[in-house]
């Protein structure tokens, strides 16, 4: 739980598809993680910090559905209006073959194949546990 920013699950010891951790998200109430803020990508830095996984990237909640360098979150939202779009370098690079997105433990983002076994991260709204 951070405050004013939400709660997260960082599923950070699975080697998970990005398909499986969508909908891993999705059971638990949550989605994957789409960051908004440079306070989010804090978040991000601060779970992989306290966590140290073996891989340093996680699965976000955005993807390239058209396979054309034309990033969307998994709601459909371009990812230039998330508030938060800070590449990590050289990212994105996959143009065909690496269309889903992901979280590295800088708070940067990157694209990668979609059948990648990696960490993943959910996100809740703050009502999670309130009604
Ligand atoms: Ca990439």
Redesign the pocket.
């Known amino acids: 739980m951070f405050p004013g920013i939400g709660y997260y699950k960082f599923h950070w010891n699975s080697s998970t598809i990005f398909l499986e951790a969508l909908s891993k998200c999705r059971d638990e109430g949550g989605h994957l993680i789409i960051i908004n803020s440079e306070e989010e990508a804090g978040v991000v830095r601060h779970l992989f910090s306290s966590h140290k996984p073996e891989k340093l990237l996680a699965y976000a909640g955005f993807f390239d559905p058209a396979m054309g360098q034309h990033f969307v979150t998994i709601f459909g939202q371009p990812l230039n209006e998330t508030g938060y779009q800070k590449w990590g370098r ?5 143009r065909e073959n ?1 269309s889903c997105g992901y979280v590295y433990e800088d708070g940067t983002i ?3 194949v979609c059948s990648s076994p990696l960490p993943f991260m959910c996100e809740y709204d703050l009502s999670w546990n309130v009604d």
């Open positions: 050289h990212q994105p690079n996959g690496e990157g694209d990668v």
